[in-house]
């Protein structure tokens, strides 16, 4: 006889135990081990326990392990999270097999020997079919569905507790955001903010009632919103720094003069749009689209044009907004030279139309829904043991789970954006998704190529720009490390089916098989499936955080960010006052549940996991561990870089900070 020692590994996150009798099965080259009863009443979570399987003879190469776990008697049924399980053979060779996933049922499950294998390494037939099993069986788990027209597919699903137990959030994860929820609402509800439908009578009884609430950048914003250096900040450095792009020849619907718009020192907007000093956001996406009506009352969504003036101190200020795509009498251009109310009104529609180009294009659709096909694709196409698989599960956490929620809580029927924002009805909410899709690019997707494309390589304070490129060049570097590792030329890359099917997935199921994105349809070299892998990564995890982190910060402080306007934009110049401004911005309810919703949504989990950071141990070999040992290190001292220069502005960039980075789309 030959004795196997087998360690098991639970992990320790709240009810990950079981004291259902577990069976183990080893299989290799040479035969397998009769299935073995892991003799232990109770499995504790946390813990490591060894134990013995005995064979008549060696097993030769183990290639997989089977598990089992079944009620007994009236024991009740539970479910049990292992992490992984190691295996000591009579030849002293250890083998790891990463598990990670609850075991809930009484089936047979397979798991593979830890050591990357792409499809045509496989040598054996044993694991040529637990391959072949896997996929159908995650097929079978994880299938597609048209939610929304135009729109990228998602996961076919019944609500977030009809996810896999894997896919779901965490115990801990859960009772967070049920009490947060919880407690913010039932503290809105005692103040009679919930149900009062009433205008705001003044801007200090807005602050009256958020007093407290905020963070130190959402009180600045309070404080200098109105100030024309921080409007013109946030198009670089708030919650959508995706839009501006230099401009060197006005928009033929953009009518604006050289003797409308006062420059400095002498020169004139002709002359600073040959040199490359004018910048141009066009939120054209909003055009000719009807706004919501909320609570019986219409509202107002505009689709404005914004030019943007960088002066000779770096100072980046607005100098023309016009707030309608086509030019018209009633359509005047208002610049800061206008009443302070006409200028100022006029920005605040501009922040209204960007709450809701951010929240439908910059973040839902470019971070969450792509993330979301990214998620599927990968479970659907490669099994656990391809080295993609390994290098992209870490980048998948949470995902389906917080947008099955927010396709119900947010963009659903009764959803909060639904009902309180001026894009919120479903025709407008569906054409501007459609809309922003057919416009994407995989350059805009990449960040190096997107900034070039907008032209924004040498423009200043550009935060979100430099921290960015950093990452993605670090990511980049890992991600090329890991590739190379096990793609030693092209042919290898040209002849992995799996990948292959996992692209053209991607490109059917995100982009609607449009080619003019430019997105992959498939991969024949290993500089593109580098280049991809590392966009995927960055989707979820940086661009992600860049535009999510930040909502309540710049939105906490309403009138900066309305999510919807009551009154029509001005017509004519001259007819704005404080009794307009007032009467434009949401009422005392849908502020409440804006802000509360902003400050939810930017709250961190305390089972938060960072950039670089692998509580899973999905790669077994040594030098794909010592590249994600050394990307962990990269992004540490980008961290101290980035803390080091947030000392000395006025408004830290601390989004991209990779210690406030998820791993993932999680929230």
């Known amino acids: 006889m030959v004795d196997y020692e087998v360690t098991v590994y639970t992990d320790d996150r709240v009810n990950a135990s079981t004291v259902n009798p577990v069976h183990i099965k080893l299989v290799g080259t040479n035969g397998d081990s009769e299935r073995t009863w892991l003799k232990s ?94 996929l159908s069986q995650r097929r079978a788990d994880y299938r597609w569905n048209s939610y929304y027209p135009g729109t990228p597919h998602a996961i076919k699903a019944d609500g977030a507790l009809s996810l896999p137990d ?6 801990t994860k859960t009772t967070e955001i049920a009490f947060s929820t919880a407690t913010g609402l039932a503290e809105l509800q005692l103040k009679g903010l919930l149900d009062n439908p009433e205008n705001w009578e003044s801007l200090d009884d807005i602050n009256d009632v958020f007093r407290h609430k905020g963070t130190p950048l959402s009180d600045y914003v309070q404080e200098h919103w109105k100030e024309d250096w921080l409007f013109a900040y946030q198009f670089l450095n708030g919650g959508n720094p995706t839009l501006i792009r230099r401009c060197k020849t ?45 609570q019986g009352i219409q509202q107002y969504l505009t689709a404005p044009l914004v030019l943007l003036h960088k002066r000779p101190d770096d100072k980046l200020m607005p100098i023309a907004i016009q707030l309608k795509q086509t030019p018209a ?48 694709s990968l479970l659907r196409n490669l099994p656990m043991v391809h080295p993609l698989y390994k290098l992209l599960i870490p980048h998948t956490r949470y995902t389906l789970h917080i947008n099955e929620i927010g396709r119900i809580r947010l963009i659903g029927p009764t959803g909060v954006f639904t009902n309180f924002a001026a894009a919120g009805g479903r025709e407008t909410m569906l054409k501007i998704m459609a809309r922003s899709l057919s416009s994407i690019t995989y350059r805009s997707l990449c960040i190096p190529d997107d900034i070039a494309d907008r032209d924004l390589q040498d423009v200043p304070n550009f935060y979100y720009r430099d921290d960015g490129l950093q990452l993605w060049n670090i990511i980049f570097k890992f991600v090329q490390g890991v590739i190379q590792y096990y793609y030693k030329n092209d042919k290898k890359v040209a002849r992995d089916s799996e990948l292959q099917t996992w692209i053209a997935d991607i490109f059917e199921h995100a982009f609607l098989s449009q080619p003019q994105t430019g997105i992959p349809q498939r991969f024949t070299a290993v500089p593109e499936l580098v280049k991809f892998a590392t966009m995927v990564i960055f989707t979820c995890s940086c661009q992600h955080a860049a535009v999510n982190n930040g909502q309540f910060d710049f939105c906490g402080w309403m009138p900066n960010t309305p999510a919807t306007l009551q009154r029509p934009p001005p017509t004519e110049k001259g007819t704005t006052s404080e009794a307009t401004m007032l009467q434009t911005l949401p009422p005392i309810n849908v502020t409440a549940r804006g802000m509360a919703t902003a400050w939810l949504l930017s709250r961190q989990s305390s089972d938060f996991v960072p950039l670089g950071h692998y509580p899973e141990e999905h790669f077994s070999e040594a030098i794909p561990r010592q590249l994600q040992k050394e990307f962990k290190v990269e992004l540490d001292r980008l961290s101290i870089t980035i803390n080091e220069r947030n000392k000395s502005l006025e408004i830290p960039y601390t989004y991209l900070d990779p210690k406030n980075v998820e791993n993932s789309v999680a929230i």
């Open 41 to 134: 009443l109770i499995i504790f979570r946390g813990s490591v326990t060894t134990y013995t399987v005995s064979c008549p003879n060696s097993l030769g190469h183990l290639v997989l392990i089977e598990l089992d776990k079944w009620q007994f008697f009236l024991l009740p049924g539970d479910a049990w999270f292992l992490n992984k399980v190691e295996i000591k053979s009579p030849e002293k060779d250890i083998y790891i097999f990463p598990v990670y996933c609850w075991i809930n049922d009484s089936e047979t499950h397979r798991f593979r020997e830890g050591t990357a294998l792409k499809v045509f390494d496989e040598n054996s037939s044993i694991g040529q079919y637990a391959r072949e099993q896997e």
């Open 166 to 171: 894997e896919l779901q959030f965490s115990f």
């Open 250 to 294: 006005l928009p033929e619907n953009f009518p604006v003069t050289d003797d409308m718009v006062f420059i400095p020192d002498g020169s004139n907007l002709s002359q600073e749009l040959t040199q490359g000093n004018i910048y141009l956001s066009d939120y054209k996406n909003l055009d000719g689209l009807p706004a919501n009506i909320v």
């Open 329 to 376: 009498e009633d359509n005047p251009i208002f610049l800061p030279t206008d009443s302070t109310y006409d200028w100022l009104t006029a920005k605040i529609f501009v922040r209204s139309a960007d709450f809701s180009e951010h929240q439908l294009n910059a973040h839902l659709l470019r971070t969450h829904l792509l993330a979301e096909v990214f998620v599927v």
